[in-house]
């Protein structure tokens, strides 16, 4: 199976007041190809960094992983359950799968409770986040670094 | 808590013969004689994930932080200071008299009971606003906040009057008048939204039970409200509950009194349904 999903770049109009927000606000959405429930291609063309993606996967207001997931992050108290565990995560995924992940869990689980990081026009989005994703495209990619880091 | 059931078994016979003349219609009471709790086992309420200091904050009435909300609602409740010149005691005794007072209306079981089906509004009325429907046409003065200390005061102090006793929802059944509003309340329940693109039920349904970083989620019961919430550093609605977790996900908040939550109000008492008011609560 090979389709690919085109995002439509960031609407033309941009609503005044929703400039000054956040970079994501402006980045036009990458595009971007489904392989068999996988992301084989990077979103940016540049490498992720894998410190940075780690210090994302911590932060409250980006990835908040550790509202869901144990990881391998000990100076953080209290990681949350409801997701499994990510120690040896890049041993048992690889890049195309972990990235097809963080774009979009659903994919591969309609019914999973972990959001979908690179996605737009969820229902009722409160109005400071409508049109934007939770991580950029580069922090996505940071974030897969990271994780493949977790052998 | 077991005590408490046990207790709230033998009085639900008084309760759904309260909740019929509040009904003011009473066709949705056919099933007179049920508890609930045979109907939903595995309901389960937040007081159980709560901390033992929490509970015990929660348990003794010298210590729960909302009750001198609750003593300054027991004043107005007392009161004639108002245009109709009639208290709330003038109408319905006591809040603790099982007679109801003049009205025959006791304030024992309300909070066991509703939300009530509102015939003239053709929607579903909770504790709130009905203390509001009292208070402007037969007191004759503006409603309260609906998220202000009077309003919280008095529902803590209307709803404690039930504790122990068995939440009753039959709106799951589609001859009762509540069946719309727990049908739309129920899609709401379901329905996945904000950027985070969460149902309730993917927290209280899916991972009731599961720590979410250092919270363990509950399934999200209705039956302690009003809750004072140290997070909050003070007592609120369930509405108010409400609009917090569509905020956790990004996602954006109805209004306090709104039909939207009133609806799912509405569900929510039904997923509840025979787990004992413990109404007013504590809560992380």
Known sequence: ?151 | MKKLITAAIALSGAGLLLAACVAGGGSSMSSTGENGISDNPDAWSGYKTATAETQAMNDDDFENPVMPYVDLAAGIYNSRDNAGKISCADCHGAPDDATGGRSGIPMKGVGANYPRFNAETGKPINVELQINKCREERQVEKGFKYEGDEMIGMTALVRMQSRGMPVVSKAADPANELHAAWTAGKEFYYQRRGQLDMACSNCHEDHAGDLIRAETLSQGQSNGFPTYRFKWQKPGTLHRRFAGCNKNIRAEAFGRGSDEYLNLETYLAWRGRGLPVEAPSVRK
Do not use: W
Not at chain 1, 97 to 113: H, Q
Not at chain 1, 121 to 136: N, R, W, Y
């Open chain 1, 1 to 151: 199976m090979k389709h690919s999903k085109l995002l439509a770049t960031a609407f033309g109009v941009a609503v005044a007041g929703a400039i000054s927000f956040s970079a994501q606000a402006e980045e036009m959405m990458a595009t971007f190809e489904i392989v068999d429930g996988t992301i084989p291609q990077s979103l940016t063309g540049t490498p992720g960094d894998a410190d940075a993606g780690r210090k994302t996967a911590i932060d409250r207001k980006k990835g908040n992983c550790l509202a869901c997931h144990v990881m391998p992050i000990p100076e953080q108290q209290f990681h949350g359950e409801t997701g499994p565990a990510l120690d040896g995560i890049g041993d048992r995924l690889s890049e195309a799968e972990l990235r097809m992940r963080m774009v979009d869990a659903k994919v591969i689980n309609p019914d999973t409770m972990m959001p979908s990081f690179y996605k737009t026009g969820q229902h009722m989005v409160l109005k400071k986040f409508e049109g934007k994703t939770i991580l950029s495209a580069q922090e996505v990619e940071d974030v897969v670094a990271y994780l493949l880091t977790l052998k």
